[in-house]
């Protein structure tokens, strides 16, 4: 395997091309800190884009769903095609001028064609997968699927074989003849943050909140 995803027409962006990467650890690394992406396909001749969570195991995402979700039908054989997204967003960058105003982020994109995963073992791997991207060491601490909600869940796979990740860093680029205006110009950094975790009415006293969640 190679370290880097090769390039193709829907890989190379049209403007700003310096801004894409396509090395395998940099894609890793912003799929693997995420867990919310945006799955995108055809319905009935028009664009459907629903948000939805996602997993990587090596090089392929999972995604899971009711086996009612229309999307996840359509991936069986042939199966679907689809273009998946994530995106963090790390600053707001204020420019002197409106035209100059941006962002600073880490993206990816992913172009395949999604398949169901009917392999029981495959499934069960990518269910645990799917709650460990959200919170690590959670499917160990958690009950997992029985017959009944398996039967009543979908999981569908896209390998990454058409990739490509996107990043914007640093400052605002304000137009020379602009530098003596007298406007605020920087970044306001953008984090994710999490509240203290809050019990369920019901939870007994005597459990402890897990040292994932401390």
């Not at 395998?24 to 799955?39: F, K, P, S």
């Not at 009612?68 to 042939?78: E, M, Q, V, Y």
């Not at 996107?166 to 406007?183: F, H």
């Amino acid at each position: 395997m190679t370290t880097s995803y090769e390039t193709t027409d829907r890989t190379v962006p049209t403007r700003a091309r310096e801004r894409a990467a396509y090395d395998r650890e940099t894609v890793h690394a912003i799929l693997d800190e995420g867990y919310l992406c945006h799955l995108g396909f055809i319905r009935d001749g028009a664009p459907v884009v629903l948000p939805t969570l996602y997993a990587r195991v090596g090089e392929r995402l999972y995604v899971h769903g009711s086996t009612g979700s229309r999307p996840l039908r359509g991936a069986a054989d042939p199966g679907l095609a689809v273009c998946l997204t994530v995106t963090h967003l790390d600053a707001l960058v204020l420019a002197r001028s409106a035209f100059h105003h941006s962002m600073n982020y880490r993206s990816v994109v992913v172009h395949g064609t999604a398949y169901q995963v009917t392999e029981p073992a495959e499934r069960l791997e990518a269910l645990d997968a799917l709650v460990n991207q959200v919170v690590p060491g959670r499917a160990d601490d958690s009950r997992r699927a029985n017959a009944r909600e398996l039967a009543a869940t979908s999981v569908i796979r896209l390998e990454l074989l058409e990739v490509s990740a996107k990043l914007r860093t640093g400052g605002p680029n304000d137009e020379p003849e602009d530098a003596g205006l007298p406007y605020w110009t920087g970044i306001v950094p953008v984090d994710r943050t999490y509240g203290a975790p809050v019990p369920a009415d019901d939870l007994d006293p005597a459990i402890d909140l897990p040292a994932y969640l401390a």
